[in-house]
T-cell receptor
Framework: RKEVEQDPGPFNVPEGATVAFNCTYS??????FFWYRQDCRKEPKLLMS???SGNEDGRFTAQLNRASQYISLLIRDSKLSDSATYLC????????????FGAGTQVVVTP | NAGVTQTPKFRVLKTGQSMTLLCAQD?????MYWYRQDPGMGLRLIHY???????AKGEVPDGYNVSRLKKQNFLLGLESAAPSQTSVYFC??????????FGPGTRLTVT
């Protein structure tokens, strides 16, 4: 079983619509959570960290549910430039300094 | 700042050949990482380093060696390339335990 699992998509989203997707993690010792964005054939870039209380960064909202061991990302008012693969990333205290990456969820925003 | 750079960007090797991938960062980060990314899979950690002169194995270290003689450089070596090592290789560096900054990647094909 993969430590971090994501729906690969693609999620086809009309411009201006809202899209949300989840990521589940299996390690209960996980302490740090992130969403990274990866454009086609480019390097991953940090989109946002995910805090226990949930957090928002402009049109992006991230939530953490420790009881069910998943995190979510919601994108409001989708833009064409939001088309990318979103990587769920988890760090845990029992794998010091190392991150576990999900395979990514592809989002395609259409005009 | 150039951030994290990787050399070369592309390479084609024949089975059994050797090569070294160079990663350089100018952000004075302590931690550096080498990942490989294959279709449908998350980034997998090959080796990492928590400081100059130190290296450690990650999730998929077999067939690779690394060295960190200078803080700013992290080298990944393939001693005898195999077709299974065809992949995109990303280097990352981090000032903290978890937030990572990635290089642009090296696309390696082994025939």
């Amino acid at each position: 079983r993969k430590e971090v699992e994501q729906d690969p998509g693609p999620f086809n989203v009309p411009e201006g619509a809202t899209v949300a997707f989840n990521c589940t993690y299996s390690n209960s010792a996980s302490q740090s959570f992130f969403w990274y964005r990866q454009d086609c054939r480019k390097e991953p870039k940090l989109l946002m960290s995910v805090y226990s209380s949930g957090n928002e960064d402009g049109r992006f909202t991230a939530q953490l549910n420790r009881a069910s061991q998943y995190i979510s990302l919601l994108i409001r008012d989708s833009k064409l430039s939001d088309s990318a693969t979103y990587l769920c990333v988890v760090g845990s205290t029992d794998s010091w300094g190392k991150l576990q990456f999900g395979a990514g969820t592809q989002v395609v925003v259409t005009p | 700042n150039a951030g994290v750079t990787q050399t070369p960007k592309f390479r084609v090797l024949k089975t059994g050949q050797s090569m070294t991938l160079l990663c350089a960062q100018d952000m004075n980060h302590e931690y550096m990482y080498w990942y490989r990314q294959d279709p449908g899979m998350g980034l997998r950690l090959i080796h990492y380093s928590v400081g100059e002169g130190t290296t450690a194995k990650g999730e998929v270290p077999d067939g690779y060696n690394v060295s960190r003689l200078k803080k700013q450089n992290f080298l990944l070596g393939l001693e005898s390339a195999a077709p299974s090592q065809t992949s995109v290789y990303f280097c990352a560096s981090s000032p903290l335990l978890y937030e990572q900054y990635f290089g642009p990647g090296t696309r390696l094909t082994v025939t």
